[in-house]
């Protein structure tokens, strides 16, 4: 933080750093958050919670992965998000998958190729 600021700027910038944060989470990982007092301690918590490279992290994301399946109740753009969210959540613990096997990971997601037709 620049030294030149004053204390109620360097507060007002802490506190908006943590409302931007807040702003950015859903109800239940801002729970998790929620008593943390300043942005750097709630960066961190998320950090410990969410960015473990943990071996049982990574086998829970790769079973979200490898397990997926598009479900014809719902829009495809909706599970495209799905999807890609887990690939990001696995890019950032195992890093890069190859494009081809994201590919492949997306054309067996589902058997049915009348569903894509109907769409």
Not at 94 to 100: L, Q, R, T, V
Request: with cysteine.
């Amino acid at each position: 933080m620049p030294e030149n600021l004053t204390q109620a700027e360097k507060c007002e910038m802490i506190d908006k750093a943590k409302s931007a944060i807040v702003l950015c989470l859903g109800d239940k990982i801002l729970r998790d958050v929620a008593r943390e007092a300043i942005a750097t301690s709630m960066w961190a918590k998320l950090k410990s919670l969410y960015m473990t490279k943990s071996l049982a992290h990574r086998k829970l994301l790769k079973q979200q992965l490898y397990s997926f399946k598009m479900v014809e109740s719902k829009p495809i753009t909706e599970q495209l998000t799905e999807f890609n969210k887990i690939l990001d959540d696995f890019a950032n613990i195992e890093g890069n998958m190859k494009d081809e096997d994201m590919t492949l990971l997306l054309l067996s997601l589902h058997n049915n190729s009348s569903y894509y037709n109907n769409q």
